[in-house]
């Protein structure tokens, strides 16, 4: 079988084409043969060497496929099921699990730029009712993260303001479930033409983060006494205008550092408001098959910016690392 692989050196111009054999299903375990992947900013950190993986290592963790063969004791699955592996494989329910280095795809475990896989199955989820193959390739990471930020760290509910950074993978995902839960969205973005598409998708405010460097008080203006909750994806410098916008005893869900992770605001302003910041690990599989249900209930379509061919995946990589994406960047196996 075919793979994209970080051979012996990280950069996006040293990635390869390799061939592996295809896996043969050990006990409890479910051979899948890809059908669409989808790419987050997390893959670009791997394949640039900023995460110190052992190499080789195929990269990339989201992605649905069709199940084609099972292992000896496989009882809830059959060939033919629709199927995504999960992101953190044996995070099954409850807290994170302890230790340094989790069993994540796309490093340290092996990802999904590749034809087959194969997985135990606990490590899979069915893909919810009503999703294409790529629509369901988007959810693993971006989805489960954007959930949990929203519903398992915090606690959203209808009325809510949310304030929601970029229009990336993640964010777009946080404003379509804070829309489904009732809240009131604000969306910051680097484009105007951007925040246009978030409006049309039901953001309810939008403000250019490049045209108000003070964003954190734009935000905290529209909300009147402060947002109550911030799914924070750019780290340094703007977790400090996020604690301007959240309000007394709000919620921050640091999901992601897109500019940095050393801090640049006073540590005084978390006591000071009583803010509750609270790191997010992607989330376990209950989450995402909580997800799940909430998306084949509500029809929800995951917003795709572009679909690559397989073999055109380091283009699928180079949209990613350009910016100028809305939304998920997916590779079909065809
Ligand atoms: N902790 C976890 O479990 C977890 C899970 C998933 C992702 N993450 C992290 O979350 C972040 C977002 O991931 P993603 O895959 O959603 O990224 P993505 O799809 O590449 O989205 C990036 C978008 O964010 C906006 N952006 C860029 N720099 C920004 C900044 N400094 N401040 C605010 N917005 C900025 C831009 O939107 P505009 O063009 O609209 O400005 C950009 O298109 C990454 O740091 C990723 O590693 C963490």
Redesign the pocket.
């Known amino acids: 079988m075919k793979a994209l692989a970080i051979v012996d050196k990280f950069g996006l111009e040293n990635l390869q084409w390799i061939e592996r054999d295809r896996p043969e299903p050990g006990p409890n375990e479910v051979l899948v043969r890809m059908k669409a992947a989808s790419l987050?900013?997390?893959d670009l950190?791997v394949i640039g060497g900023q995460r110190k993986l052992a190499l080789p290592l195929i990269p990339a963790s989201d992605a649905a496929g069709v199940v084609v063969a099972v292992g000896r004791g496989v009882e809830s699955l059959a060939v033919g099921d629709r199927v995504m592996p999960i992101f953190v494989q044996g995070w099954l329910a409850g807290p994170q699990p302890p230790g340094d280095a989790l069993a994540t795809l796309g490093g340290p475990l092996d990802g999904v730029l590749v034809e087959f896989g194969s997985w135990p199955e606990l490590g899979l989820v069915r893909v919810p009712d009503g999703l294409s193959d790529v629509e369901a390739a988007t959810l693993p990471?971006?989805g489960v993260?954007a959930w949990n930020a929203l519903f398992v760290c915090a606690s959203l509910r209808p009325g809510d303001t949310v304030l929601i950074?970029?229009?990336?993978?993640?964010?777009l995902f946080a404003l379509q479930f804070a829309k489904l839960a009732g809240a009131r969205v604000i969306v910051?973005?680097?484009?105007d033409q951007?925040l246009d598409r978030a409006r049309a998708m039901g953001a309810d405010h939008g403000i250019n983060?490049r045209h108000e460097p003070e964003w954190g008080r734009a935000a905290r203006a529209i909300a009147g006494t402060g947002v109550d909750c911030v799914v924070e994806?750019?780290?340094s410098?703007?977790l400090e205008q996020s604690l301007i916008a959240v309000k007394n005893g709000g919620h921050v869900s640091y999901?992601?550092?897109?500019?940095g992770t050393k801090p640049t605001f006073d540590l005084g302003e978390l006591s000071r408001k009583s803010v509750q910041l609270r790191?997010?690990?992607?989330g376990n599989r209950e989450s995402f098959e909580t997800m799940c249900r909430a998306i084949s209930l509500h029809a929800l379509k995951p917003v795709i910016d572009a679909v690559f061919d397989f073999g055109d995946a380091i283009g699928a990589l180079q949209r990613?690392q350009s910016?100028g994406?809305f939304g998920k960047i997916c590779v079909s196996f065809g």
């Open positions: 987050n900013h997390r950190e990471c971006a993260s950074q970029g229009t990336g993978g993640v964010s910051t973005s680097s484009s951007k983060y994806v750019g780290g410098g703007s999901v992601g550092a897109l500019s790191g997010v690990r992607v990613l910016g994406h």
